[in-house]
């Protein structure tokens, strides 16, 4: 069975800390507050080499930008070294050197622009479909019960706490036991906390 969470945001662990002192004085138990850091997105370590994703959702489709790169750099390294070639009226082997030289040059430089335009939209595509997440910062949770899941919100307010969020959870001696911060959080609006009965 899991049980009902409320949690909000402070910039700093006083801050946290003078909270949680506030909603003791308020009958909250102590085992049922915990107070700590949320690492910033990305950050979390998730996987053994870091991060919390395995790929970036907005490089997946850097690598076509990469290829349709290579194919027109290359071409237009070719124009150009064909041009250089005419021009300068170059001795063979100087202008097969200069032709590859400026073909494979273009390539290069034409894989960068097309896998960077890519990775640039998919990002914004990424973040257009993706839930909120949630912000670093020092959390306060605490196990509430419905009839005082309000009054924990309002303290949490008054104490200056940012993106106050309820979940259901496991609360295991004194702490939230199956906190991830990964998963996007679910404020606690006024209309949307149980009523104070």
Not at 98 to 122: C, D, E, I, N, W
């Amino acid at each position: 069975m899991s049980d009902a969470i409320i949690a909000g945001r402070f910039d700093s662990f006083a801050k946290a800390e003078t909270t949680a002192s506030r909603l003791r004085a308020q009958g909250v138990a102590e085992e049922d507050l915990s107070v700590f850091y949320v690492n910033p997105p990305g950050q979390h370590a998730t996987y053994p080499i870091g991060g919390d994703t395995a790929v970036d959702p907005g490089a997946r489709r850097s690598g076509l930008g990469a290829i349709t790169g290579v194919l027109l750099g290359a071409i237009g390294g070719a124009v150009i070294g064909a041009a250089l070639v005419t021009i300068l009226t170059l001795s063979p082997p100087v202008s097969l050197f200069v032709l590859v030289f400026s073909t494979g040059l273009g390539a290069y430089a034409g894989s960068l622009v097309g896998a960077l335009s890519l990775t640039r939209s998919g990002r914004a595509e990424a973040r257009g479909g993706r839930s909120p997440v949630r912000n670093a910062g020092v959390l306060l949770a605490a196990h509430v019960e419905p009839g005082n899941a309000g009054l924990v919100c309002d303290v949490l307010r008054k104490g200056g706490a940012r993106d106050i969020e309820r979940a259901q959870g496991h609360w295991r001696e004194g702490r939230w036991a199956d906190f991830d911060p990964l998963a996007p959080p679910v404020p606690a609006g006024r209309e949307g906390e149980p009523s104070r009965a």
